[in-house]
Every structure is written in C-alpha cells, then in structure tokens.
C-alpha cells in the first residue's frame, strides 16, 4: 500500500482560525495512526492577502499545538520548496499549465477588463457569478502565438466542457455528481504569474505525493475542478474528506468576532493548548469509545476519519470550561503554579502564602483568569451583607453565627498554633462541645474571613493562609456587622 502522506497547507494571512487548526489536527492524526508523514506546506500565492508574521504564527501554533512535521520549509524530506511563491520560481506551475493548454484541457485568455465586466451573470446554487464565455478557447493558434510574443497580458484558464458531468468521490459525502454547465472556466495561471490557489493546491499535492486532503465542506463545491484537473492530468485523486462546519452556540458559522476563533485568543483567554487540542478534535469526530479526554498520544491511537460526522459541530464554550478545569486538575502542582502564579501576583500584593492559595483554586477554576475571582478577598474583603450567614443546609442564622463567632473569638485569640490542622481541631473541639453539626460553625467563620459564599478552601485553610492578626481582625468586623444587624431587628 501506497504510504499516507497528508499536508496541511494554510495561508499566511492572520492567527490560524479554529477550523484551519482542525484540519491540520485531522491531517496530522490521519498521518501518524497510519504510520506516515505529515508535513508542512506554506501557500502564499495569494500576496493581496499575505499578512506580515503570519508565517511566524503558524509556526508558533503548530508547536504549541504539538503538531510536529514531518517536512515543511525547515525539514526538507526532498519534496521542497515548501513554500509556493518559492515553488513558483521553479516554474513548475506554469509548466503544468503548458502541459494543460497543449492537452486542449486549459487555454490562454487575453480578454481585459472591460470585456469581462461586460459578460453576464448566471445563478449558480443560488449565487450570482460571472461565467467566461469560452471566447478565448477558439482564438486561431496563430493569434495566441502572436500575442504571446507581443507581450500582451494573459492568464491561463481551465477548459471546461459545457456538456456532462463530473463525480468525485469524499468520504464522508459518498459519491457527488455536478453537471458541468455549472463549472466556470477557473483561471489557473493569473496575468502576474502566480499560479491560483486551487491550480497550485492540485499540483503541488500530486507532485508532493499527498494521499489524503482534509479540508472544510465550503471547498465541496471546488472540488468538482480540482477533479477535473486530476482527470486532465491523468493523475490518481487523493482520498477528500470534506469536514462539517464549526458554528457557536447559536448555530451560526464561527467568526472572528466570536472572540474564540482563533487558536491564539482561545490561549490569550487561559486555556490550555493540550485542551484546546482535545476540544477541537472533538468538533465533528466521535471516538469509538465513550470518553472525552485525549491526550495527542491517545487521539492518534484512536482517530479513525470514517467516524467524523457531516452535520455541523457546535463550538461549546462551557464544554472547552469544563475540559480546560479537567486538564487543570489533572496536572502536576509545580506546573501548575508556575502558570498560575503571575495570575496571582496581579490581584494579592500582600505577603500571603501563593502556593498554599494556589492548591486550593487548582481544582475549583477552569481557566487560568477564573483565578482573579476566587482569590480576591485575600487581599480586601469585599462588602457583604449579613444575609450571606443565613444557610439552611447549615442551618445557619444571623442570630446563630453571631453567637458561634462570638463564642469561638477568644478561643481564637488564645490560640498560637494558626495551621490548618490545628484550628480544624479547635473548631472541632467546640462542634462536639455544642453538640451540632460542623457546618454550623464553618459557615460563619468561613463567611466572617471572606465575605463570599464561595471560597475556594475551607475556613481553616483560609484562616492558615490569613494569619491570627488577619483572621481575628475580620471575625471581629463580622461580630460587630452582625451585633449592629441584630440590634436593629430586636429594636
């Protein structure tokens, strides 16, 4: 059997789009479960659209994605250029095209603006595009040969016969059949030179021995060209698979306005590229085993294309929450807070005990900012209102947590040892002296320091991190806002 080779192909032109990354994800999975090569191919033909540094992000979201080729610009496996403006220079394209128009499967055609502006419009799956009218295709070989020599601006187009049809074949998608009339004659060669991007696509897949292309279901409608090329040539398609579209929550395509389509922004925003990885392979394919979490070892043991699904995939913002918190919790500590240390610098300038805080949020947030929101109160308690004491589960009261913080303050204030252990102790000591349930007593001292409902770590563990002085100083602003509440209802 023929080895699997894949590509994955993007164009510099900005962050990498969560769709573009699934489908170097797919290419690079379909790759490595078979055993074969994946590799890297820069298409810059388009430079109206070449973005400075786009390049560089590639490069970076790749890497950090931990999707490593096997060929590319910086790994020559001897199928290079791997980048197509370099390509170009071969004249591999243009040759091609040559090979095309002699073949009487493309031509050239010197029409200018103004004539193709006058050409009419046809309705074509219900949009309006200009078809070529074939004018050029019977121009007499002497003409052609004469305003080649003559210097005149020409591009090179694809013949496309009027009658028939055309079959490709996807994987997903079965068998499609378009009848021809609705195929424009696609220009291969434009007048600067640079081969188009689906002329170049073909070319540089068959010439680079790419055995399956991966790419998103807007492209099926290109596909009957690319077929049509291939047939031209005589050469063996590859195996297509067409993915299913990416939408938001809303059922609508993702967008860059999303705040979540690019690979960059969902890492800006705190997840975690091995997350967002596992999340994305999930948009449109189903593993065979009932589970969701896949390490890049794991998804390539267990990818199996023929399972992606062609309905769309719903970009799950709370789903990319909850998997980003479960990779969170899984990770080890030091790797963790080497990560969530900066996150909480930002909001604790006190000198608290980050590591100790830091273990208690690694299992409660879900993305790296969530930080900010359950550490706060170590720096400033935040206003509350007394209501927060009340607790039916706890069977909590204003009237009752006041007693308890009023009870357990010089018990407190006559203990020395502030860790957690031993203030769980002394906590203890007074449930089973009173007779009721720990929560009773945990709630309001744990609302007393933090004034949160809340809080990632019990009242003993915050208390160890607050230190006596701190803790104490808050329980005595509790006492006096619940004395003052009190007061007033009994008035």
Same mark, same amino acid.
């Given at each position: ?5 894949? =590509? ?32 890297? =191919? ?37 199928? /290079? ?22 073949? $009487? ?14 050409? +009419?419009?046809?309705?074509?799956? /219900? ?97 009957? +060209? ?29 967008? +860059? ?67 980003? $918190? ?37 299992? =409660? ?59 769980? $102790? ?25 004034? +949160? ?39």
């Amino acid at each position: 059997m023929e080895k699997v080779r894949t =590509r994955y192909a993007p164009s510099p032109t900005g962050k990498m789009h969560v769709g573009n990354l699934r489908s170097a994800l797919y290419e690079f999975l379909i790759a490595k479960h078979a055993g074969g090569e994946f590799m890297l =191919r820069i298409e810059d033909t388009d430079q109206e659209r070449f973005v400075e540094g786009a390049t560089e992000i590639i490069y970076r979201t790749m890497e950090k994605a931990g999707l490593a080729h096997d060929e590319g610009p910086d790994k020559d496996g001897g199928y /290079g250029p791997y980048v197509q403006s370099e390509r170009m220079k071969t004249g591999i394209y243009m040759e091609y095209a040559r090979q095309l128009v002699e073949k $009487g499967e493309a031509y050239y055609c010197f029409c200018d603006k103004e004539r193709l502006e006058s050409l +009419k419009t046809e309705i074509v799956e /219900g949009k309006e595009i200009m078809m070529y009218d074939k004018h050029c295709l019977s121009l007499p070989k002497e003409e052609v040969e004469a305003n080649l020599a003559a210097g005149k601006p020409f591009v090179i187009r694809q013949n496309i016969p009027r009658e028939g049809t055309t079959t490709f074949h996807d994987e997903l998608y079965g068998d499609i059949t378009v009848e021809n009339a609705e195929l424009d004659d696609m220009i291969l060669i434009k007048s600067d030179g640079y081969p188009t991007y689906n002329f170049a696509n073909v070319v540089d897949d068959h010439t680079m021995h790419i055995t399956h292309v991966v790419r998103g279901n807007e492209y099926l409608s290109s596909a009957p +060209k690319y077929q049509r090329l291939y047939d031209a040539f005589g050469w063996e398609s590859p195996v297509y698979i067409h993915l299913p579209l990416i939408t938001d929550e809303n059922h609508k395509k993702l967008s +860059k306005r999303s705040g979540h389509a690019s690979f960059e922004e969902l890492l800006e925003q705190g997840f975690l590229p091995e997350a967002v990885v596992n999340f994305i392979a999930l948009l449109g394919w189903s593993p065979e085993e009932n589970r969701e979490i896949f390490s890049l070892e794991e998804l390539i043991r267990s990818f199996d294309y023929r399972r992606i699904n062609k309905s769309p995939a719903v970009f799950d913002m709370v789903k990319l929450r909850w998997m980003n $918190g479960e990779y969170l919790k899984a990770m080890e500590f030091e790797a963790f807070y080497a990560m969530a240390e900066p996150y909480l610098k930002q909001c604790i300038t006190k000198d608290y005990d980050l590591r100790k805080i830091a273990a208690m949020v690694k299992t =409660r947030i879900e993305v790296l900012p969530d930080i900010a929101g359950h550490v706060d109160f170590f720096e400033q308690m935040p206003e509350y209102d007394v209501s927060m004491y009340a607790h039916k589960k706890m069977k909590s009261t204003p009237e009752s947590s006041l007693e308890v913080l009023q009870e357990l303050l010089p018990r407190l204030e006559a203990q020395e040892d502030y860790s957690n252990d031993a203030l769980y $102790g002394l906590l203890c000591a007074y449930v089973e002296e009173k007779e009721c349930k720990n929560g009773r007593v945990m709630w309001p001292i744990r609302t007393a320091v933090s004034g +949160k409902q809340m809080t990632p770590g019990g009242a003993t563990e915050l208390m160890e991190v607050l230190g006596k002085e701190e803790s104490l100083r808050r329980i005595r602003e509790g006492i006096a806002k619940l004395e003052g509440e009190c007061i007033n209802v009994t008035e």
